[in-house]
């Protein structure tokens, strides 16, 4: 699991794994919702390369897409790359999840979370301040480590782990949300990482 690394530096295959997970993001959405879709948010964006993929499978054509993030030096690499690429409609901000309603209200029609849950200490109030920054019936497609035990996520610095379907679908239940998919994706990364589950969820923010 190399998420907190530089992603762009990273050999080949781990490259590729990345690639796996956040074009999984993708599969969590229907043809009919990218036509609904005009503006996303991706909360801990990191160095870019989700931005990278989500441009390559389409899912940010004709739409405006934020990605913020706390880690100055992450953001540099994103906008870095921004510039390299050419990017248009990409903005990428410092701003943490739990300002983000300080700033926005109902603004994006997607929120996306790429195993960003674990590092904090509950999910319930990120889920909530999420529900605040959605438009109404907006989409959230969210990820966190499957059923991680507890060494496991003290490696990683998680706070919390052993997250499981139920867990989340009540605390989604809690935060306004109704969960509509949960998949679960098999990541192999290589020596001398372990294997991974991810759980990747799909919800709607209810009336």
């Not at 389409?58 to 990017?87: H, M, P, V």
């Not at 929120?111 to 200490?121: G, I, K, N, Q, Y």
Request: glycine share 4%.
């Amino acid at each position: 699991m190399m998420t907190m690394e530089d992603t762009w530096t990273q050999p080949k295959e781990i490259q590729e794994i990345e690639r796996k997970r956040h074009s999984n993001i993708l599969r969590m959405l229907e043809v009919q919702d990218l036509t609904k879709i005009a503006n996303i948010l991706e909360i801990g964006c990191h160095v870019g390369f989700s931005t990278y993929v989500f441009l390559e499978k389409g899912l940010l054509k004709d739409k405006k897409y934020l990605g913020i993030d706390i880690d100055e030096s992450s953001l540099r690499k994103a906008n870095e790359k921004k510039a390299e690429f050419g990017w248009i409609n990409v903005r990428f901000m410092k701003l943490s999840l739990f300002d983000i309603n300080r700033v926005f209200s109902e603004e994006f029609d997607l929120v996306v979370v790429e195993e960003v849950l674990e590092h904090l200490d509950s999910i319930n109030e990120p889920l909530k301040r999420i529900w605040q920054a959605l438009r109404p019936h907006g989409l959230l497609v969210l990820s966190v480590p499957y059923r991680e035990t507890m060494e496991q996520g003290k490696r990683w610095g998680h706070k919390t782990y052993s997250i499981d379907e139920k867990e989340v679908r009540e605390t989604l239940k809690k935060a306004g949300f109704s969960s509509e998919r949960l998949t679960i994706l098999d990541l192999a990364w290589p020596p001398p990482d372990t294997p991974e589950k991810v759980l990747f969820v799909r919800a709607r923010k209810a009336d």
